[in-house]
């Protein structure tokens, strides 16, 4: 099943900050976080591990309440290169199988 | 230190026709899982494959198939192409050698296929 992402959109204005959410209903082992622009590929942000071990940029940040089994990036101090389609992907039993959710589309504003 | 690359990069098909897209994965890397993306969704996953075997599949039919060489390559083929099948198709590669899950998938730029 497919995981939930919240918002749908948000809109920004440079400097401001985001928070988007994913949640799913199966036990996951890993959550992984990606940005794509219009045209472009997914490119890896983060990913998260059961067990609290990350990988990622220094500038991004996300969470894994694996109780829960949500995940929250948080975007500090927005810049126009921020702008994308966010995506978060579950992994869950099957080894590699990523499950993608809807999408957050993210637009910061000069 | 070259990333994912694949191609072609656009292809435009008839109905019932059949095509052929590749990927050669990330340097160091020996594994390759397929997505496909239509327009507005994230990526679903189609196969993954590992030591020139299939070893996790997605909801899809039979129509989809794939091949991996033992240069870590793959090839992805859709057969009988319907309308729906229009779509970019990912490739994504990452590293097995740890043994685990939880490992950084590499995306490509993606074939856009169109089906009319």
């Known amino acids: 099943q497919q995981p939930v992402q919240s918002p749908q959109a948000v809109i920004l204005r440079e400097g401001e900050d985001a928070v988007i959410n994913c949640s799913s209903s199966?036990?996951?082992?890993?959550v992984h976080w990606y940005r794509q622009k219009h045209g472009e590929a997914p490119v890896f942000l983060m990913i998260?591990?059961?067990?609290?071990e990350q990988k990622g940029h220094d500038k991004i940040s996300a969470s894994f309440n694996e109780k829960k089994q949500q995940s929250s990036l948080y975007l500090t101090a927005s810049q126009l290169s921020y702008s994308g389609t966010y995506f978060c992907g579950t992994e869950a039993a099957s080894y590699g199988k990523l499950t993608f959710g809807q999408g957050t589309i993210l637009t910061v504003h000069p | 230190d070259a990333g994912v690359t694949q191609s072609p990069t656009h292809l435009i098909k008839t109905r019932g026709q059949q095509v052929t897209l590749r990927c050669s994965p990330k340097?160091?890397?020996?594994?390759v899982s397929w997505y496909q993306q239509a327009l507005g969704q994230g990526p679903q996953f189609i196969f993954q494959?590992?030591?020139?075997?299939?070893?996790q599949r997605g909801n899809f039919p039979d129509r989809f198939s794939g091949h991996q060489f033992p240069n870590y390559s793959s090839e992805l083929n859709v057969n009988a192409l319907l309308l729906g099948d229009s779509a970019l198709y990912l490739c994504a590669s990452s590293s097995s050698t740890s043994g685990r899950r939880g490992e950084t998938q590499y995306f490509g730029p993606g074939t856009r296929l169109l089906v009319l």
């Open positions: 199966k036990a996951l082992y890993s």
């Open positions: 998260l591990l059961k067990g609290g």
């Open positions: 340097s160091g890397h020996d594994t």
């Open positions: 494959y590992y030591e020139e075997e299939e070893r």
